[in-house]
């Protein structure tokens, strides 16, 4: 009986490395190898329910899968699932083989299924998302790419994918909000840069059209042939230029002709900045918009320089204001305008760049630019210094954020907190302290709109000019909303920004 025993003890230790090997070239090789391996593997487990037999199957699924064998892959996934039925990877790839049949319905419901088990799965989310969209569900999709974003932020694809969807929603500014970042994260992105310059078309933007086909083109063999021919179609249509007054046209704002002279020869400078693509929360629609408006109106109004930003991060922002500052020491007026999202935390007022991550009050000095900040960029110029502010936006980062500190100080409040500027400083809101601004439902914002119209006005005393865009914004708002003026200039002085005829 102990011969009998022993016997077959030697003969479990004979079988069992061969065993061993087979499972770990099942889970180390690929292609015919691991189907050979794993096939091995699971012959060995004689129909054990073990969950450990699951990977072989699971690996041997995605085997025939890079064969291309979508049926013997799903049968296989499906043999994982039965032996570990929370295996969320395997519910995901027979998702995939499912999405690759066309099945799109059982897909989305492996991906549920995925989702439920390991509830921060990215891909799971962004692949459903993928799913949802050729459903033509496109808000579930946006809902389902969102959350991949959250998940994963560097997930290029996920902002392209939002991108196409939102294009297909007719929402050309947050696409081209989804097409920025995608192109930030992979500068060689081509589809990217010409679903951007589709995009951009659709705004009559057409010179940022033309600079992304040319981009396209200019990677050659990284992009691909879909890429290259749309751009060079899309060139051959293209107008040879912009006019200087289309922006003004397609915000239904008549464009002033300046016939009068500059007021004087005031050496003039502004810095114009536009936040729309937030990355942690709702894209703005309107302020790139409102800051190409703005740029347009100053250049033709005697600007010495305008320099436009767009979508800055905090640190171009703090870069962009440096050198603003430095420039502003040997010029008479200094002009910043800031279209996007600011908050007031505590008295201090703030503006949020694009890459805010605002989860409680104390993130705040981290992660945004105290006004005071852009106050110290201006305040060198030796006769005007004007900050306007289209920030005063309803802040959905006010809405999310979490209380931790306690002393009544800190309180958040609705819009901006009113501000005493220094002597020769003037500060302009888009809606009055504690008061919240309108998007608007055009393409441009109330305020924008009024200002663009106004300033353009031979002999508008700089005073004057903004009781006429406080008048238009509450006329077009239904007095809603009411701009208004902080901190005082020279009375012995008027500042045109169009002299009288």
Excluded at 386 to 403: E, G, H, S, T
């Amino acid at each position: 009986m102990l011969r009998k025993l022993l016997f077959c003890f030697a003969i479990l230790v004979i079988a069992d490395p061969a065993a061993a090997d087979d499972t770990t070239r099942c889970f180390r090789e690929t292609g015919e190898v691991a189907v050979a391996a794993c096939t091995r593997a699971i012959n060995a487990s004689a129909g054990q329910r073990d969950p450990k037999y699951a990977k072989a199957y699971y690996n041997r699924g995605n085997a025939y899968s890079n064969k291309g064998d979508t049926d013997r892959a799903i049968a296989d996934y499906t043999a994982a699932i039965r032996l570990e039925p929370t295996y969320a990877n395997a519910y995901y790839n027979r998702g995939n083989a499912y999405s690759n049949k066309g099945d799109t319905d059982r897909a989305i419901a492996d991906y549920i299924e995925a989702i439920r088990l390991e509830p921060t799965y990215a891909n799971a989310y962004y692949n459903r998302g993928n799913a949802y969209s050729n459903k033509g569900d496109t808000d579930r999709a946006i809902a389902d790419y969102t959350e991949a974003i959250r998940l994963d932020p560097k997930n290029a694809n996920a902002y392209y994918n939002r991108g196409n969807a939102y294009g297909n929603k007719d929402d050309p500014d947050r696409a081209t909000a989804d097409y920025t970042e995608a192109i930030r994260l992979d500068p060689t992105y081509a589809n990217a840069y010409v679903n951007r310059g589709l995009a951009y078309e659709k705004l009559a933007d057409f010179a940022k059209a033309r600079s992304d086909f040319n981009t396209t083109l200019g990677l050659r063999q990284k992009a691909t042939k879909w890429a290259q021919d749309m751009a060079r179609e899309r060139l051959a249509v293209l107008p040879s230029s912009q006019p200087a007054t289309a922006l003004l046209e397609k915000a239904n704002v008549a464009p002033a002709i300046v016939t009068a002279p500059v007021s004087n020869n005031d050496r003039r400078i502004a810095l114009v900045v536009g936040n729309s693509a937030y990355e942690n929360v709702a894209a703005l629609p309107n302020p790139v918009r409102d800051a190409n408006l703005v740029a347009d109106v100053l250049r033709r109004t005697g600007f010495e320089t305008v320099t436009l930003l767009t979508n800055l991060r905090k640190d171009a922002l703090v870069s962009a204001l440096r050198d603003f500052a430095a420039r502003a020491e040997t010029v008479d007026w200094a002009v910043v305008y800031y279209a996007g999202h600011g908050m007031e935390v505590g008295g201090i007022n703030y503006l949020i760049p694009t890459d805010a991550k605002i989860a409680a009050d104390r993130d705040i000095g981290f992660e945004a630019v105290p006004l005071e900040q852009v106050l110290n960029a201006a305040e060198r110029a030796r006769k005007l210094r004007l900050v306007i502010l289209d920030a005063c936006r309803d802040n959905p980062f006010a809405n999310q954020m979490k209380r931790t500190l306690t002393v009544a100080s800190r309180s958040v409040s609705r819009g901006l907190a009113a501000v005493e500027p220094e002597a020769g400083t003037l500060v302009v809101y888009a809606a009055k302290d504690g008061e919240t601004a309108l998007d608007g439902d055009g393409i441009n914002s109330p305020f924008a709109s009024a200002f663009v119209k106004n300033l353009p006005t031979p002999g508008l005393e700089v005073r004057r000019l903004f009781d006429f865009v406080r008048d238009d914004v509450m006329e077009a708002t239904g007095r809603k909303q009411k701009p208004f003026s902080y901190g005082s200039i020279s009375g012995r002085q008027d500042f045109y920004f169009v002299a009288g005829k």
